[in-house]
């Protein structure tokens, strides 16, 4: 087997349009570690050989006419199943829409394809896509590649194993509540998510989403260095007519002071032993490259962002989420929506009317900390990567694992891009486990996230290649 799946989106990318190697030995190299530890794990749950080989005979062709295939020519990447892939069910992980056929590409797919990815397979979520584990019965479970005894994460734990075993060079994911973030702090890897119409989004293949989902749900790209993530954004980031929230922002903005903030307990939060030592060696890292760093004890609400974006997200046709997740069966998903019976039922207008008011005077808030501090370090979660489906443990368990979510959750309630880094390794009660930190920005400035991410990065190894243990 060909060990062209080892390198980096950027290193790829640059070889195959010197021609050194074909797209096509990149494909079949993907595919072939795909074959040999997919099983293992579980991540890719739909893919087709001979159509990820067309693809990568395009770009072939497109070399051979001495034409430009673009910023991703004939990396392999994955998708998330919960977006169009034309010809391809978006099943989004449960029987429901095990039928739903795409008749056209999401403008993620489409905006992949336009800079010359090869889309080797689709990944696993958990059923519609609500939970911080990933598994649902149509798909069955995805492993952490890391340490099976931990959840990959979710919603995008299968784009965040995948590319921790080195399925695809980089993995598209999308983000409500922390759904890029936290998959790659507990496989080990990097995941950003955007600033909401950073990233156009349209699934024709399905009703048009309620204004929760589109004033919070974003795509975004996670890999295995930085690097790649920039790659993946440029590349995710081009415009699209059908989504009317795509904000023709610059991808690298105006320059700013090297002041960056540090806050290990964000209202309160109860903030773990080792995510606290790594997120002080991020900021001594940060400190050592000319930054000025300031510890805060206090940042603008992010407690009542979370409450408010969780209202935001599920009371928004709650009652019709509860009667599907019935009707599909899934345990995970009517944990999860029972447990935030409080927040999302029975919002009527008034109330709706008072979280958008309330989520504009929040969002100023934020925006004038960031004119301030142009960057902040804090926890992507409160505890390291929890023990897999502990949610369905009970109550207490669950409240648990919400309450250490917090500052993945608040996010996008302002429509704020975050970066989750990861750094290295801790212990846990499952054993080994990933550990990283969250940078986040104001809207629109995911470069400064990146640029942070890449100081962060810089003083450690590269990030290993999980090599999972067969089932």
Known sequence: MSDLWRLSAVELAARIRKREVSAREA?????????????????????????????????????????????????????KINVDQAGYATTNGVNLQKDVIAAENSPVVDNLLRAGAVILGRTNTPAFSLRWFTGNALHGDTLNPRNPALTPGGSSGGAAAAVVAGIGHLAHGTDIAGSIRYPAYACGVHGLRPSLGRVAAYNAALPERSIGGQLTAVSGPLGRSIADLRLGLAALAARDVRDPWWVPAPLVGAETPRRAALCLNPDGMDTQPAVVKALQEAARRLSEAGW??????????????????IRMWLADGYD??????????????????????????????????????????????????????PVLLLPVSAELPFPDKLDLQGDAAYARVWRAQMTQIGVPFMGLPGLSVAMGSAMSEAGASPVGVQVLAGRYREDLCLDVGEIIEAGAAPIEIAQPAAR
């Open 320 to 373: 019709a989420m509860v009667a599907a997740a019935e009707k599909e069966g899934d345990r995970g998903a009517l944990v999860a929506l029972a447990g935030q019976r409080d927040k999302a039922a029975g919002a009527d207008l008034a109330s709706f009317s008072a979280t958008l008011t309330r989520r504009a005077t929040l969002t100023r808030l934020w925006e004038l900390f960031f004119a301030e501090y």
């Open 292 to 309: 000025t760093l300031d510890t805060l004890d206090a940042v603008p609400p992010m407690q009542e962002a979370a409450d408010l974006q």
């Open 27 to 79: 494909a079949q190299s993907a595919l072939d570690r795909l074959d040999a530890v997919n099983p293992a794990i579980n991540a890719v749950v739909d893919h087709r050989p001979d159509d990820v080989l067309a693809q990568a005979a395009q770009v072939d062709a497109m070399l051979a006419r001495g034409e430009d295939p673009g910023p991703l020519a004939g990396v392999p990447v994955t998708v």
